[in-house]
Structures are given as structure tokens and as C-alpha cells.
């Protein structure tokens, strides 16, 4: 999405100025020579590691999406087979379902409470820093640990949460348990843990939004409400493109908290796409097929990204 | 007049101040409890109080004894150190190659780094975890990489795929392109390698990106989980968050207080970070929002 100035910078910058013989590309190149050799010397180590641990198993998995590959036998090739049966995998349906349920609840309204509290700190308000580092923790720490933390405030016996409502007269809740309670759980620990760099990229959002036009547009009796919706929404309106595009594409990774307060269960009502995938390969040991499923995952989120861009175009044409 | 709007908004603030709070209060709760409960004796585990009638800080000391929690830590710290200084070589070198050397093919490189930004690791994971396990000559495999388990459960494994990410090298190309051409010519002039030139020169200019950069590498180095539990097979290897899951996942009854102890580990050393390199993470997570 930063590709403002991509590598083509112009390659006449390149040769010294103070170079009193550039005027031929042959000398130029030969003047030039000891800069493009300590280039290739210093891009290859990041280049390799790049090709060899990320581009590589890119094509790899697509590769393997065409086999059958249990690890014990050599691959066999299958054509579309994994494709297919991924068409009619009840898990899979249910993952899919259960992953988009959940961006489609954590994205809107952890990016609705982020702007809240950004637009709450951008007040003159004290002990902003103090705010900025409570709603920034969550996402500091590792959503393992923080799963397991709140594995025990959600403990049905002893857990904070059933104690507190308690006091309300609110009868004990199997939360983890339960096939109603259980997504909203994980719902709430990803709202909760990733409210944090939303805030910060809309307080540099709301930095950008130009006084004048505020107090222009409050002087002409606007409202509250009429300046944020007039003045404040439009001009955040690109930090608020990078919210919605990151958190889109982070929420359909979720895994971790997953993994560790739920196993996908109770009845498959928190399996996720990833946890899928990685059980499909890591458990069921088919290595073929999880590599379809991760290439269908990837096409979703890109194809989910290209549509959130293009509406968001329309919306800003119209 | 003037009084009017002085005071209009100062009463305002009260129900701004009250929901910032309460806001605050839920995201801290869960620390307080984590903090809290490691302090609690076993006994007043079931009882549902918050504070300890008793603080027991003999839970931490007993938490090593029930897992091994310290090599846990020291793994972690191992693999995160190990990452954050390759990260930052080699994407200050790439960057730096990227931006400010004449090489052919400058463009379809820069390109590809973009184009990788964005692959979720969930889709690569299999085969670079089928890459670590052929790795030829180590863990018994031969020369085509086959017969033995490569990489898998040593440091190589731990440390090396997840070193680098194309995010770090973007990063850094980006601060590159900022910098005037005039320093770079004068020191070509007094004779400075262009090595010297990148690592003593250009460098030392873009370090609030350099640490920007290290920062955010070590702290998801520090918080992976996957990857850890793919290619690590003993306590001696796993670190701390792969230990917290194995931890909460034991058969036997989970001792909430010592899993708390632990988890409190595991998460304090970022606390710490983020409250000393504050400025960095705020800084590097708004201008990555505000360039796009």
C-alpha cells in the first residue's frame, strides 16, 4: 500500500556529481562499478533469505495444493482433487463461516471504540500518556499469554468475570464451554487486544485534520457532530483505509487465542480457518490438502482486500 | 461571554474523564487479575477474591520448579536477541541496496519485498516447515536433504526463517531514499569504502528506523508461538509462550497461581519495552498508517 515511490528511481542520480568523466554509459558503469558490487553484496544475504523462507514456500505451497503428501509416502499428484474436496469439507464451511463471522463482528466495532478513544485523547485532557499506554498494553503482550490469562478470568468456578456478575444475582457461566458463549469470548480478546495500534494510527490521523477548517466550521454553527462528520471524518479518511485494511487481513489470521482457550471447540464453534489448516497439516499430517486450504485462505484475503479498496473508491467517488 | 465558553467545556470533561477510565480499567483488568493471582497462595485460588490475603512470592520460585519456566524465559530471550540483530544487518543492508546502489534490477526486487509484505504466515508455514526439516547435512540428512529431521528443534530452526521479515526491509529502504546524495559523494571522496559508506555514514542517520525496526522484531520474536511449536520438540528448545500453552495444557489439574507467575514473565519483559521505546512503536505504527 506504500508504494508511492517504488525502485525506479532515476538511474542518472546514481553516479557521483562531482564525476568529471560521466558523459558515456561506459564510463559511468565503470565509475559506478564498486557501488553495484557492494549492492549485490548487501542485498544478496536478505535477498536469499527472502527467496529461500518466503517466496519459495509460497510457489511450494501452491505446488503441493496438486498432491497427495502424507509425509510417510512420496507426493502424488491429484490435479484438482484437493480443490474439490475442499468444495464438500463440512470444516472447512464451518471454519470459513466461523472466520468471517468474526472479522465481520471484531473489525467495525473494534474500529468504532479506537476512534472513539483516539478522538477522546485528542481532547486537551490530562494524563493522556498514562490512557495511551493502558489501551496500547493488550497489544504489547503476546496474544498466548494473554489468551491464558484470560482462559482463567473466564474459568467458570473461580474466573473474575463469573464473580463480578455474581453480584448482579447473574447465574455461573460455562463460557469456553458453551457453543453460544464461546466465539464471542475469542470475539472480545481480539476487540480487546487490537484496539491498541488502531488508536495510535488514528491519533496521527486526527493530527493531520487542519484546525482552521474546525473552527471555521464551529464558528458556521456547526455542531459537534456535524464538524466530525463534515470536517474530521473526511480528512482521516486514508488512516481510516489502513485500519480497516490491516485489521481485515490481521482478523482473518486469528489463531492463537484459539489454540489456546478453545481447540476449536466446543463443537466446532470456534474453529477457524488457520486452526483448520493447521491441524489438516500438522495433526492429519495432509500436507497436500492444508496447502489447497491455504491457498484458497490466501485468495479470500486478497480478493476480501481488493473489494474493501475498490467500494471504499466508489464510496469516496460517489 | 468569555466565562460561558471557558467553563462549557471544562464540565464537559467529566463523562470524557469517566469513560476513559472505565475504558482503561477493562483493557488493565486482566493484568491486574494475571498479577494478582501469582501472588495467591493454592488455597485462595477457588475462592474468587481478588486481593491475596496472603501474598506468597515463593509462587515465582515454586513456578520454576513445576516447569522449567527460567529455560523457557532463556530461550526466548536467546531466539529474540538472535533475530533482532540479524533483522537489523540485514535489513538495513537490503534497504540500503535497495534505495542508493546502482544495481540492475533494482525495481523487481523492491517489487517482490512489497509483494511478500503481505503473505499471512499461515500460507507459507508448510512448506517452510518441509524447507527446515531438508535442510542438507544437519540432523542427519544427507546431501538432498532427506533422511534425518534438518533443522527441526535446534536454534538454527528457532532463529533463522523467522529473522528476517520483507516488512523490515521495506522499512528501511524507505528511510534510504530520504537521505541527500552529498554525504554519500563526500565520504566516496575521503576514500570510504561503500561499505563504510552504508554501515558508518548512511546508517548512523536513518537509526530512530534502525530502532523502529529492532523493536518491533524483538517483540514478535518475543511473542511467537507458532512457528516454536512446530519445530521445537523439548522443554530445552521451547520458548516462554509455547511453554504457557504446553503449561495450560498439561493433563494433570493446571496450578493456576504458578501459570500466572509464568505468564507474568512472559509478559512483563514487553511492558517494559514498550514503556522504555514508547516513542518508537507509536511513531513507527503511525507513519507505516499515514504513508499508505
Not at chain 2, 224 to 246: H, S, Y
Amino acid at each position: 500500500m506504500t508504494t508511492t515511490d517504488t525502485g525506479a528511481l532515476p538511474a542518472t542520480r546514481r553516479p557521483p556529481r562531482s564525476a568529471p568523466a560521466a558523459h558515456s554509459p561506459g564510463a559511468a558503469r565503470a565509475l559506478t562499478r564498486p557501488q553495484r558490487r557492494a549492492g549485490w553484496l548487501l542485498l544478496a544475504p536478505g535477498l536469499a533469505h527472502m527467496t529461500l523462507f518466503v517466496a519459495v514456500p509460497m510457489l511450494l505451497a501452491l505446488g503441493f495444493s496438486f498432491f497427495a503428501y502424507d509425509f510417510l509416502q512420496a507426493p502424488r499428484w491429484v490435479g484438482l482433487d484437493n480443490y474439490r474436496t475442499l468444495l464438500h469439507d463440512d470444516r472447512f464451511h464451518t471454519a470459513l463461516w466461523n472466520t468471517t463471522l468474526y472479522t465481520v463482528v471484531i473489525v467495525p466495532v473494534g474500529m468504532a471504540l479506537a476512534l472513539a478513544i483516539a478522538l477522546g485523547l485528542d481532547q486537551r485532557i490530562k494524563a493522556r500518556g498514562f490512557f495511551r499506554t493502558a489501551y496500547y498494553l493488550p497489544h504489547m503482550t503476546a496474544t498466548v499469554a494473554v489468551a491464558v490469562v484470560w482462559l482463567w478470568l473466564l474459568d467458570p468456578n473461580a474466573g473474575a468475570l463469573n464473580n463480578f456478575l455474581a453480584l448482579f444475582g447473574v447465574a455461573r457461566v460455562n463460557w469456553l464451554g458453551s457453543t453460544t458463549w464461546a466465539l464471542p469470548a475469542i470475539m472480545a480478546l481480539g476487540i480487546w487486544q487490537g484496539l491498541g495500534t488502531k488508536m495510535v494510527i488514528y491519533l496521527a490521523a486526527l493530527q493531520t485534520v487542519p484546525a482552521e477548517l474546525k473552527e471555521a466550521a464551529r464558528l458556521d454553527g456547526a455542531n459537534r457532530w456535524q464538524v466530525f462528520r463534515n470536517v474530521t471524518w473526511p480528512a482521516i479518511a486514508s488512516g481510516n483505509l489502513f485500519v480497516l485494511i490491516t485489521s481485515v487481513i490481521f482478523s482473518f489470521q486469528v489463531f492463537e487465542q484459539v489454540y489456546v482457550m478453545t481447540r476449536g471447540g466446543p463443537i466446532n464453534s470456534t474453529l477457524v480457518l488457520t486452526y483448520d489448516i493447521y491441524l489438516n497439516a500438522f495433526t492429519r499430517l495432509r500436507f497436500g490438502y492444508a496447502c489447497a486450504e491455504a491457498v484458497v485462505f490466501l485468495l479470500i484475503i486478497g480478493l476480501v482486500t481488493l473489494a474493501v479498496m475498490r467500494f471504499n473508491r466508489g464510496a469516496r467517488d460517489a | 461571554m468569555r466565562n460561558t465558553t471557558m467553563s462549557a467545556p471544562r464540565l464537559s470533561r467529566a463523562p470524557l474523564y469517566a469513560a476513559l477510565t472505565l475504558g482503561a480499567a477493562v483493557m488493565l483488568v486482566p493484568f491486574a487479575w494475571m498479577v494478582l493471582t501469582a501472588l495467591k497462595p493454592a488455597a485462595e485460588l477457588g475462592k474468587g477474591t481478588w486481593l491475596p490475603e496472603r501474598v506468597r512470592w515463593g509462587n515465582f520460585a515454586d513456578a520454576f520448579n513445576a516447569a522449567p519456566f527460567d529455560v523457557y524465559f532463556r530461550n526466548s530471550l536467546l531466539m529474540s536477541v538472535g533475530q533482532t540483530l540479524i533483522t537489523v544487518v540485514l535489513a538495513s543492508a537490503a534497504g540500503y541496496a535497495l534505495a542508493r546502489t546502482p544495481i540492475r534490477g533494482r525495481g523487481l526486487f523492491f517489487g517482490l519485498t512489497v509483494g511478500m509484505i503481505m503473505v499471512p504466515v499461515y500460507v507459507i508455514l508448510i512448506p517452510r516447515f518441509l524447507i527446515v526439516r531438508s535442510i542438507p547435512f544437519f540432523g542427519g540428512n544427507d546431501w538432498l536433504g532427506q533422511g534425518g529431521t534438518g533443522w527441526l528443534d535446534s536454534w538454527w530452526a528457532l532463529i533463522v526463517p523467522g529473522a528476517l521479515a520483507p516488512l523490515y526491509i521495506f522499512l528501511a529502504r524507505q528511510f534510504y531514499v530520504d537521505l541527500p546524495d552529498e554525504l554519500a559523494d563526500a565520504a566516496r571522496l575521503d576514500g570510504l569504502s561503500e561499505i563504510g559508506i552504508w554501515a558508518r555514514v548512511m546508517t548512523p542517520l536513518i537509526k530512530p528506523a534502525i530502532i523502529t525496526i529492532a523493536v518491533f522484531q524483538f517483540q514478535s520474536s518475543w511473542n511467537d508461538f507458532l512457528w516454536p511449536l512446530l519445530v521445537t520438540r523439548t522443554d530445552e528448545m521451547r520458548p516462554i509462550q509455547l511453554g504457557l500453552a504446553v503449561f495450560s495444557h498439561a493433563d494433570i489439574e493446571v496450578q493456576w497461581n504458578y501459570l500466572m507467575a509464568g505468564t507474568a514473565l512472559a509478559t512483563l519483559p514487553m511492558i517494559a519495552l514498550f514503556l522504555v521505546a514508547q516513542r518508537y512503536f507509536v511513531e513507527g505504527m503511525a507513519s507505516a498508517g499515514l504513508k499508505g
